[in-house]
């Protein structure tokens, strides 16, 4: 029995295009030179990263400058928080950010609250948005740093990215700060980048069928950073060390594919809408994921089935979903993002997050559903 | 001057005929777990290792060596022909070597002349490579407390040796019969399958997999936990068997408080069909009294109803902290605090029966068709030989 493999797991990664394999492996075996280098070697292999650079930063609707590119979305998250924190102390010290973060956001933050960093972390309402006037009532003379994700990764919450830049700008006046941080790893090849809106931009390559270990942080003119790192001129000396030639090369060919998919928000949105449909029959579902929220994640709740057993069973049946939580042995931790949304703690853990990308087809869709219905029946009986 | 391991076993376990397959036993698991490149010959009371690997990088072999049951001590050493020059030789290299490792201010020499023909006596060698050592690294001596003790072994060939490194003692794997272990991927059951084979018992582990209320990883975990063990043990049969649709039989047709209880009853049933195919005598659990509910003693005694064959408790009478100081000795407590353990806590009542009789047990049983249900997972197992050497395959929990 050997089943066809159904992949809804792509807010965790996405499987490389064939393109960004043969790109890569095409690098490695030929463009191997540092691009430091004074030789011909140098020369092209530097010549590979500006040209990568340019399709992200066109992927992105930025400058090429203004892409610097980091090992992964973590690195371009701490470096711009981090970074900029460390960069504006002498302006102030508070930071503002949202419980729904991801934990590089969340962690970095409370990171630096230790180190003496004040720091507000504003709730959610029941969809797990942030409210801009809440942001607004946050802000103080010190702050210098506004953190919020773009995409919500457990649920496909869109914040209000729009309205917080409005507020901010009121608030900055000619200044510069408070500085606008937006994680868009979620948002890249799935919806609009808000580059317009925020000073500091993360994206990350393996989201969008590019190679893991490979992201940028989109920085406007005129914002200050410390480096995490030190020890060279690369990426203007705001992230030294020899560039990750394949792997950028990889994220340039990724990029390319997102310009010229074009839009596909309404291809996700009606595979996601088909998603739901099929799944009407399980019962008692609860819908965790907001109705206007990323057109690619599905977050459903099947109470009294543990996520972690309907991952496993589904597996069986080769359908790849996850729990919006990580298993942990006895004491399983329930997801941060869905408890702040209000949801109860075995809501929490009996909640799946199902992730389309472009690739995904309707019939896919179809056969996910299905064997979700049927594993949802079969569990549902042991759940006393 | 040959780099030699010079490995003590416990006399104390030889009685009369058994020594020969004693000794032979633990030579055997010494060329197989300290290999390959490494010979063991039985010589004067000591078991000798030499051999290429030896020679290129003696304290890798001594490593794999040290967890070989059945050996008590182990030296690194230096094998010379038996005369004063080349053992004055042999003790300067020695020593300086250790020094190059560990500094010392104090030494002492202790030399033994078993090979009467040797001219000088052991009185008269302590004295020779003590004042040698003494001129050379500018030691003082100190018999009560040395940093540095220079042993010096005269055969019909010397041995010189700085170093006794511990090995776990007990008796050869294979000394004993085979045995089933229940493993999980807990702290406890290795710790209890590590004790069993340090008696001689050969493990053969058995591991109860439910699939989908537990994934991947905690089938690779047990794997993973047997590699360790496999380095002491030898070669290790893990099965691991379908146990899910019992799983699902209790849940759907035994009370609630009685569930654990019948569930522990069907593995020592499972295992007890397993230790027939295996040629097994006995079973081992990691069962530690009083622990948790299931671990009363009454509710043993009914779980231990469902099999005729012994169950030997290796950890009846340790405390958790004993278990965990073992566990990290042995390297499998890295493995077992990984995260992702059984899933199955959907199955666990909040309310367990404490002190389950065998009548009441029986009872809660009545609607299963156990042996149909023995055969089916028994059927559906999975055997995995484990071999010693063989690198673990999780690293650290991944998070989604």
């Known amino acids: 029995m050997m089943p066809e493999r159904i992949y809804l797991d792509n807010a965790a990664t996405t499987p490389p295009d064939p393109a960004v394999i043969e790109a890569m492996a095409e690098v490695l075996r030929t463009a191997y ?78 990171a630096l609250a230790q180190e003496g960093w004040a720091l507000t972390v504003l709730p959610v309402d029941r969809w797990g948005r942030v409210d801009p006037d809440a942001v607004a009532r946050a802000l103080r003379p010190d702050t210098v740093l ?7 990764n457990e649920v496909g919450t869109v914040q209000p990215v729009a309205a917080i830049a409005r507020v901010l700008r009121e608030r900055r006046g000619d200044g510069r700060l408070p500085l606008l941080h937006v994680d868009a790893v979620q948002a890249l090849g799935t919806l609009p980048v808000p580059v317009e809106d925020a000073d500091l931009v993360t994206v990350s ?50 990029a390319r594919l997102v310009r010229e998919a074009g839009d596909v928000t309404p291809h996700l949105r009606a595979l996601r809408a088909r998603l739901l449909a099929g799944l009407r029959p399980v019962e008692d579902l609860v819908v965790n994921s907001p109705p206007d929220g990323a057109p690619h994640i599905l977050n459903v709740q099947v109470p009294g089935v543990r996520g972690e057993t309907l991952v496993h069973r589904l597996e069986q049946e080769g359908v790849y979903v ?23 703690r075995e809501a929490a853990l009996a909640s799946i997050r199902l992730s389309l990308s472009r690739h995904t087809t309707a019939a896919e869709v179809d056969a996910a559903a299905g064997a979700i219905v049927r594993a949802a029946a079969e569990l549902r009986v042991l759940a006393r | 001057m040959e780099p030699v391991l010079l490995v003590r076993y416990g006399e104390v376990a030889l009685k009369g005929q058994n020594r020969p397959f004693f000794l ?12 390959p490149g490494v010979e063991a010959r039985a010589r004067f009371g000591r078991i000798l290792l030499t051999g290429p690997a030896v020679r290129q990088d003696a304290r890798a072999v001594l490593e794999r060596a040290r967890r070989v049951f059945g050996v008590v001590s182990l030296s690194p050493a230096l094998e010379v022909p038996a005369e004063p020059a080349a053992i004055l030789q042999a003790a300067e290299t020695a020593t300086a070597a250790h020094l190059a490792r560990r500094a010392a201010a104090t030494f002492k020499v202790d030399a033994r002349r078993a090979d009467k023909r040797f001219p000088l006596t052991s009185l008269d060698l302590n004295r020779a490579v003590g004042a040698h050592l003494a001129a050379r690294f500018g030691l003082r001596v100190d018999v009560h407390r040395p940093d540095l003790t220079v042993r010096v072994e005269v055969r019909d060939r010397a041995y010189v040796a700085t170093e006794v490194v511990p090995g776990p003692g007990g008796l050869p794997v294979g000394t004993g019969a085979r045995a089933v272990v229940l493993l999980s991927g807990g702290i406890d059951s290795p710790v209890a399958l590590w004790l069993a084979a340090r008696r001689g018992l050969v493990p053969v582990a058995v591991h109860f997999h439910s699939f989908p209320f537990t994934g991947e990883r905690s089938r690779q975990k047990v794997l993973d936990l047997a590699r360790v063990l496999a380095t002491s043990t030898g070669p290790l049969r893990v099965w691991v068997v379908h146990f899910t649709e019992i799983q699902r039989a209790i849940q759907l ?61 290796p950890l009846s009478g340790m405390d958790k902290s004993e278990i965990v100081a073992r566990a990290r000795a042995i390297g499998t407590y890295e493995i077992s605090v990984l995260p992702y353990e059984d899933c199955c806590s959907l199955f666990l009542p909040a309310h367990p029966h404490t002190h389950p009789t ?3 047990a029986e009872r809660a049983e009545a609607g299963l068709d156990i042996p149909a249900l023995l055969t089916e997972a028994v059927e559906r197992s999975e055997v995995v030989t484990v071999s010693p050497g063989e690198q673990p395959a999780l690293a650290a929990a991944s998070v989604g």
Do not use: W
């Not at chain 1, 298993?327 to 408890?339: A, G, I, N, Q």
């Not at chain 2, 032979?24 to 290999?35: D, F, H, M, P, Y």
């Open chain 1, 33 to 110: 030179g540092n691009p430091s280098s004074l030789h011909r070697l140098g020369v092209e292999a530097e010549a590979r990263v500006a040209a990568a650079r340019a399709e992200v930063a066109a992927a992105l609707g930025v400058a090429p400058t203004q892409v610097v590119f980091t090992s992964g979305g973590t690195e371009a998250n701490a470096l711009a928080l981090v970074g900029a924190a460390r960069a504006y102390r002498s302006r102030g010290t508070h930071l503002v950010t949202t419980a729904v973060e991801h934990s590089s956001v969340l962690d970095t933050l409370r």
């Open chain 1, 146 to 152: 506004v953190s919020v994700m773009a995409v919500n």
């Open chain 1, 205 to 254: 390559a393996h989201k969008v069928h590019g190679p893991k270990g490979v992201g940028a942080l989109v920085v406007r003119p005129g914002v200050r950073l410390v480096p995490l790192l030190h020890g060279g001129e690369q990426e203007r000396g705001l992230r030294p060390g020899t560039e990750n030639v394949p792997g950028i090369v990889g994220f340039g060919v990724a």
């Open chain 1, 322 to 344: 996850s729990t919006g939580s990580a298993c942990h042995s006895r004491d399983p931790r329930p997801s941060h993002v869905l408890l702040a949304m209000g949801l109860r």
């Open chain 2, 24 to 35: 032979g036993t633990l030579v055997r698991n010494l060329e197989a777990l300290a290999g």
């Open chain 2, 253 to 313: 047709a035994v009370p609630e408080a009685l569930r654990v209880t019948v569930m522990r009853r069907m593995m020592m049933r499972l295992a007890e069909r397993i230790a027939a195919l295996e040629g097994a005598a006995g079973l081992v659990t990691g069962e530690s009294v009083g622990q948790v509910a299931s671990q009363t003693l009454e509710s043993i005694g009914t779980i231990e109803a469902a099999t005729t064959l012994p169950v030997l408790r």
């Open chain 2, 358 to 360: 065998r009548a009441e």
